[in-house]
């Protein structure tokens, strides 16, 4: 999944959909930081940022998942992992 297919869910009336697309985006983005911070060594090119500030945006995403993930809970709002789509 890529943002782009999240944008029909993100345009909802329906709250729940359009949390669940926040709870996609995130994971997608989430993912596609991680993968850059893991290859640092072997990126295509040279950050201007240090990867100390990549750690602290990714742990940054960590809490804002837990969080959405606690509320869906909460509210009975069913979220997925966007590898299970």
Do not use: G
């Amino acid at each position: 999944m890529e943002l782009k297919d999240t944008i029909e869910l993100m345009q909802s009336e329906d709250y729940k959909e359009r949390f669940r697309a926040e709870h996609q985006q995130l994971i997608i983005r989430y993912k596609k930081l991680k993968k850059m911070y893991d290859n640092w060594n072997n990126l295509s090119f040279v950050p201007r940022c240090p990867k100390s500030i990549y750690k602290l945006q990714l742990e940054a995403m960590e809490k804002y998942l837990a969080i959405l993930e606690a509320r869906a809970a909460i509210e009975e709002v069913p979220v997925w992992d966007v590898t299970e789509k």
